[in-house]
């Protein structure tokens, strides 16, 4: 079982940066992928990036990619999303996400999700 609590969202303008931290209970943390989603209003949950057990392999959503930059500490089991350049568009409720990722399999293949933190983008 692993509980997952998201921090870090609020509101910014367009062009600034927020880090967004994850952190995890449960004793697996260190041997499962984790991952980050969002949901802007009135539409549906899309991925945007996912980390390795090890930390070593990471992937990104194009939307994001060259803005955002996925990162975990095992130690503190704590996933962080670093979001930089940061768009309207990027305004929607962020969510952590622990699992075996597939992106064709239904909820990601994700197992555990956080409640989500809020990201406001301004123009």
């Known amino acids: 079982q692993v509980q997952l609590v998201e921090s870090g969202g609020g509101l910014v303008q367009a062009g600034g940066s927020l880090r967004l931290s994850c952190a995890a209970s449960?004793?697996?943390?260190?041997?499962?992928?984790m991952g980050w989603f969002r949901q802007a209003p009135g539409k549906e949950r899309e991925f945007v990036a996912v980390?390795?057990?090890?930390?070593?392999?990471?992937n990104y959503a194009d939307s994001v990619k060259g803005r955002f930059t996925v990162s975990r500490d095992n130690a503190k089991n704590t996933v962080y999303l670093q979001m930089n350049s940061l768009k309207p568009e990027d305004t929607a409720v962020y969510y952590c996400?622990?699992?075996?990722?597939?992106?064709?399999?239904?909820?990601?293949?994700?197992?555990?999700w956080g409640k989500g933190t809020l990201v406001i983008v301004s123009s």
């Open positions: 449960g004793r697996t943390f260190g041997s499962i992928a």
């Open positions: 996400a622990a699992g075996n990722f597939h992106p064709g399999a239904p909820g990601y293949g994700m197992a555990y």
């Open positions: 980390i390795s057990s090890g930390g070593g392999s990471t």
